[in-house]
């Protein structure tokens, strides 16, 4: 966690958006929600390589995009435009980086663990998303069609976004975040494909002692 808020505040330098810059905002429309959930989420997802973006790969791209000349001055971006693209980009890959997913959801709630990450939340109550406050921003949830769609409003102009997209088959879960910063006109998108899967099962038994402490071993256990 110390490392993501310190890569925010890395990344916030590099985009010259100091804290007086226009903060990003979250179209409060987006927040309202009607009838039961639309697509069922929960499982466990793991990342299908293959099929996923190489950050590398998107960040040569949009370079090569960016190199173009542009229409109303004949020449290409400024290098001040490249290095920010660059920033966003060291943030995506970090942003994107957990293999694994495991969704919960029921009626009023999603919840998105990440293996060695935060977890992001969606909360619907009363036919609304509920805007929720965490160590790092603010984050709002909305669905589009069977599209679930998150947004992060960081510190310093910047705004993440990930939308969840199943496939038919229910069996992948299509994942595209999106980087953007009040600093830079251009943003920076990465897709991740999830294949669904079955967790293994724990080795180890565990109990709780009277002494309210926890022990866990490979074998059998007598309290």
Not at 99 to 108: K, N
Request: charged residues 25%; glycine residues 4%.
């Amino acid at each position: 966690m110390l490392k993501l808020r310190k890569l925010v505040s890395a990344i916030a330098c590099l985009l010259l958006a100091a804290c007086s810059a226009n903060q990003p905002t979250i179209d409060e429309s987006i927040q309202s929600f009607a009838g039961g959930m639309p697509a069922d989420l929960s499982g466990s997802w793991e990342r299908d390589y293959s099929r996923s973006d190489d950050i590398q790969g998107v960040l040569n791209s949009t370079l090569r995009r960016i190199y173009r000349p542009q229409p109303d001055s004949g020449y290409p971006a400024a290098s001040q435009d490249l290095s920010k693209v660059v920033a966003l980009a060291r943030f995506a890959e970090l942003i994107t980086r957990p293999d694994v997913l495991t969704i919960t959801q029921d009626d009023f709630e999603i919840k998105v663990a990440r293996k060695d990450d935060f977890t992001m939340l969606c909360e619907f109550y009363d036919g609304y998303a509920k805007r929720t406050e965490s160590e790092f921003g603010a984050e709002v949830c909305s669905w589009n069609g069977h599209q679930l769609v998150s947004y992060l409003v960081l510190p310093d102009g910047l705004l993440v976004s990930h939308r969840f997209t199943m496939s038919g088959d229910e069996q992948s879960l299509h994942v595209a975040t999106t980087i953007s910063s009040s600093a830079s006109r251009v943003p920076f998108t990465v897709n991740r494909v999830y294949m669904r899967f079955e967790p293994p099962e724990s080795d180890f038994n565990c109990v709780e002692t009277l002494s309210m402490k926890r022990v866990c071993s490979t074998g059998e256990i007598t309290p």
